[in-house]
Each structure stands twice: as structure tokens, then as C-alpha cells.
């Protein structure tokens, strides 16, 4: 009688897991907002000093729990020597949020050719995308509006996928909360093409 109840207890409280890849050239903000996000979304956790925040060698994990759902982030190191094992994390990937540095004219060429290449790859195909143009805090910074086109030019490789470019700060959290509450709708929209985890 206790394993039935048991089994009843872990049916009701299972949560559905899902995998957010955090990809973007390195400085763009990735571990930032990790830090954002975790802030909005998980009770009395304070966040951490952005002042603390290193550059990201390896991975960086997170979790939250949004809608009953729970979204395990993985903000990988974006530096040329670690891009190359962003592929080795596709295929178990659920959705994929891409940071850009609003604020980086100069690098916004880089971080469109490996966006391209990210895109490019079948093990993504019809995974959602979040496109975040971070550090909107910062003055005469690159808006949307001027972003969007850079990227558009891998509109084919976007295809059939839900898609969305905002404008945030990951700094003072602008735009994070909408980010991540369109993300988990886009999520259990493809679920049956990428079903969730199951875990308790
Ligand atoms: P990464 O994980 O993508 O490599 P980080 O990037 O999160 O480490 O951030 C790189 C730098 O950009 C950090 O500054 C961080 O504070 C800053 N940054 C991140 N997001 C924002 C934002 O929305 N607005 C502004 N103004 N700055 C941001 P430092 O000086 O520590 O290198
Ligand atoms: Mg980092």
C-alpha cells in the first residue's frame, strides 16, 4: 500500500525537465543573464555580485522552475576554443537562447558567422530560438531594429521554428522575465518533437 501511495506521490510531484542551451561570443552576457534568470525566477535567491562574475571556462549550469516546469540552463564558454563543443550539447538541447552584445559593433560580424554555423546544424532543427540583444542599458547601443537584419541573413536556417528577438538587460533584468515566459510556451510547443525528461 505505501509503494502505491508512493508511486501516486512522485506521479503528482514529477516535474518535466527540459535542456536551454546559453550560446553567444564570450563578454555577450550569457553568464549575466544566467544569473538574471535565477534571480526572477527562484524564491529568495539573491543573485549573485555581477562584479564576481568570471569569464565562463567550460560550463556553467542553472535551474529554474517556471509554470510547473523545470528548464536546466547550460551557459557554455564562448571563446573560439569552446564553440567547437557547443554541438556536442544539440541534440539533447530543448531550446537554445542566443546572446548578443548590443554594445560590440565591432564583434557583431563574428557573432553572426557562428550564429550561422550554430543554425546551420540539422541537430537543432526546429529547436525554439530566443535571440536576446543585451546590454539595452547602455547608451546608443544597437536596437533591435538594427540587429534583426544582421541575423535575418539566416532566415532559411531559421525556417520552421518559433523564433523571437528582443531587446534586454541582463544587467538591470529588463526584458528577462518575457524572454523566459515565451520560452517555456515555445518549449511545450515543440514537446512532441522534443519531449521532456522525466524526473521527480
Ligand atoms: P559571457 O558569460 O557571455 O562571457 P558575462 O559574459 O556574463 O561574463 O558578461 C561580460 C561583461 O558584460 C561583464 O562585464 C558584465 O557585467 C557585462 N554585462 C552583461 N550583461 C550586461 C548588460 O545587460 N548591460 C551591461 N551594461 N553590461 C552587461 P565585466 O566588466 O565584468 O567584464
Ligand atoms: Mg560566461
Redesign the pocket.
Known amino acids: 500500500m505505501y509503494t502505491l501511495l508512493y508511486g501516486f506521490y512522485k506521479y503528482l510531484t514529477r516535474k518535466e525537465e527540459y535542456c536551454v542551451l546559453i550560446l553567444?561570443?564570450?563578454?555577450?552576457?550569457?553568464?549575466?543573464?544566467l544569473e538574471a534568470a535565477k534571480t526572477k525566477f527562484t524564491k529568495n535567491y539573491k543573485g549573485m555580485n555581477?562584479?564576481k562574475?568570471t569569464?565562463?571556462v567550460g560550463l556553467n549550469i542553472g535551474t529554474i522552475t517556471v509554470q510547473g516546469i523545470k528548464l536546466n540552463f547550460w551557459?557554455l564558454g564562448?571563446q573560439m576554443e569552446l564553440q567547437s563543443l557547443w554541438d556536442k550539447y544539440y541534440q539533447e538541447s530543448h531550446a537554445v537562447i542566443y546572446?548578443i552584445d548590443s554594445n560590440d559593433r565591432d564583434r557583431m560580424e563574428e557573432s553572426r558567422q557562428i550564429f550561422d554555423k550554430m543554425i546551420k546544424n540539422h541537430l537543432l532543427d526546429g529547436v525554439p530560438l530566443l535571440i536576446l540583444a543585451?546590454?539595452?542599458?547602455?547608451p546608443d547601443v544597437m536596437g533591435v531594429r538594427d540587429i534583426k537584419p544582421v541575423f535575418q541573413h539566416s532566415g532559411a536556417e531559421i525556417g520552421r521554428r518559433d523564433c523571437l528577438t528582443i531587446p534586454?538587460?541582463?544587467?538591470?533584468g529588463e526584458g528577462v522575465d518575457e524572454g523566459i515566459t515565451w520560452l517555456v510556451h515555445a518549449i511545450k510547443r515543440n514537446s512532441l518533437m522534443r519531449p521532456p525528461r522525466e524526473n521527480d
Open positions: 553567444g561570443l564570450d563578454n555577450a552576457g550569457k553568464t549575466t543573464y555581477p562584479a562574475i569569464t565562463t551557459d564562448g546572446v543585451n546590454k539595452q542599458d547602455l534586454i538587460s541582463a544587467l538591470t
